[in-house]
């Protein structure tokens, strides 16, 4: 069974630029998530999508950050513009289903450098 | 809200040998799970072991075990026979039924010395 892909793997943008990741989840997972994981810190979750349709997305920074998941299954999450703070590794992960029994799934993330 | 806090930003232990890694939680909640996973280099987040917090029972998985301490509400991993292969950061995590946002520790780094 293939993972969860991510793409790309590593970025390097100046501030007040644009960057979008994608993420590929597992064949069949309803829900996606992205978390955001600054360096020595855990990950945080930005948004969790439960097939094309937002659950969660109250940590999200909407002023700079947008996320979409067309058709329940690819997800892109942007930044526009990037700020310094924004460096840090963004996971995506998904899992089967929502409510109770949770696992969740991990890809190996895009680390974002913001100079 | 619920949060998770792992007191050991570094450890490091023989290898063979077994080491603990310490996890306390708070939370207002009287149903949810628990989680270790492991981050080594490649950054991919890989589940360990997980408890439900109904189950009074310690989970365990071959060399990964749990101590779950509800009233105390902490949650410590233990690994028997520590192996190179276990070098990697270490996340604990915490999740209710209902709230799928699974929040973490800081973690912690554990290195297994030859």
């Known amino acids: 069974e293939a993972g969860v892909a991510q793409s790309p793997r590593y970025k390097i943008i100046e501030k007040r630029q644009s960057v979008a990741f994608w993420c590929n989840p597992i064949s069949g997972h309803a829900t996606l998530y992205w978390y955001q994981q600054i360096l020595g810190q855990g990950p945080k979750l930005l948004i969790q999508f439960q097939n094309n349709g937002v659950v969660d997305d109250s940590q999200l920074p909407k002023d700079r950050f947008s996320a979409e998941r067309l058709k329940g299954v690819d997800s892109t999450l942007k930044i526009q513009p990037a700020k310094l703070e924004d460096s840090a590794v963004y996971l995506c992960?998904?899992?089967?289903?929502?409510?109770?029994?949770?696992?969740?799934?991990f890809g190996s993330g895009t680390q974002l450098s913001v100079l | 809200a619920q949060t998770v806090t792992q007191s050991q930003p570094e450890m490091s232990v023989q290898e063979a040998e077994t080491v603990t890694l310490s996890c306390t939680y708070d939370?207002?909640?009287?149903?949810?799970?628990l989680f270790w996973y492991k981050q080594p280099p490649s950054r991919q987040m890989i589940l360990v072991i997980r408890q439900e917090a109904y189950k009074q029972q310690n989970a365990t998985e071959n060399r990964f075990s749990v101590n779950f301490q509800k009233a105390a509400k902490s949650f410590s991993l233990k690994i028997s026979d520590s192996q190179l292969g276990d070098t990697a950061m270490y996340f604990c995590a915490f999740m209710t039924y209902n709230n799928n946002d699974m929040r973490f520790g800081a973690g912690t780094r554990l290195t297994v010395k030859p």
């Open positions: 939370t207002s909640e009287n149903n949810y799970y």
């Open positions: 992960a998904s899992s089967p289903d929502r409510g109770g029994n949770e696992k969740l799934f």
